[in-house]
């Protein structure tokens, strides 16, 4: 039960208004409360409560409704309209990822693999991007003039590494020999087998590129050399070559390097021990 004096106007004019001008008795259980909701809360229905009979109805926002009814696994994303969707990182082949959804824990990211195995390389070549598509690499295995051991039958030479067969070259005192079983010898592994008996005073040299992945003889200089001066025992190379990389001809015949023998190497230049004819014709090949 309340009571509410009334006030007249010169209680108000003043302002004498205290506690004796209102009584305010409750009977049983009273409640004065005002429903104010919360975030991601909104009130449908305060009608009742206005009335002082039913309930206020409180239902989430669109945002945290939407959140409720998502299905599905993902990352959680709102929309602009306030929706919310699931969604899975994906990316182009320059990437790979793994756990794209953050179901089995934090998404990973890393640079999907080149043209090319891991390794040192010379030279690369890259697309638009930067990225790698393909290389070759230092040509630190190449072997030159390398003297064959006999096995004693003069049909079967020792080589001391495994040979990349398409770019290895085998001579006989000199001249180059032609490489199939129905030429003038095979490689199987380290062993050069010829098609027929060598004489016992042939010297067998061979140069070669051993076991080496994604070499490449695109590093391989091969030129016909003019004489240096008038001597005509010092041919310069247009490059310095890398060293004992050099395997140099006079007329086709392979030469041997070494005081002992046909040349020595100062720096860019062969230096024959003997000097050559003005008709001979002096090339090599090398690597620089």
Sequence with gaps: MS??????????????????????????????????????????????????TGAVTLQLDDSLSSLANLTGTGLVTRLIDGSVVARSLEVSSNLTISNGDGVLGNPSLDLSNTGVTAGTYKYLTTDSKGRITSGYKFLDHWVANEILIDSGDHINYTISNTPVTSATMIFVSGAKQTPGSDKDYTINGTTVTFTSPN????????????????????????????????????????YLPII????????????????????????QDIVFIDATDTTDIVSALYMR
């Design 3 to 52: 009571v509410l004096q009334q006030i007249n106007k010169a209680q108000l004019k003043a302002h004498i208004i205290d506690l004796s001008h209102i009584d305010v008795t409750t009977i049983g259980k009273s409640l004065i409360t005002k429903i104010i909701p919360g975030t991601g809360l909104i009130i449908s229905n305060s009608t009742g409560a206005d009335a002082g």
């Design 199 to 238: 004489l016992a005073i042939d010297v067998i040299t061979a140069c070669y590129y051993w076991n080496e992945i994604n070499a490449s003889i695109n590093d391989n200089i091969h030129e016909v050399i003019p004489a240096f001066d008038g001597t005509r025992q010092r041919f310069r190379l247009s």
């Design 244 to 267: 004992d990389s050099q395997v140099v001809f006079l007329n086709g015949l392979l030469q041997r390097p070494g005081n002992l023998y046909d040349y020595t190497m100062e720096g």
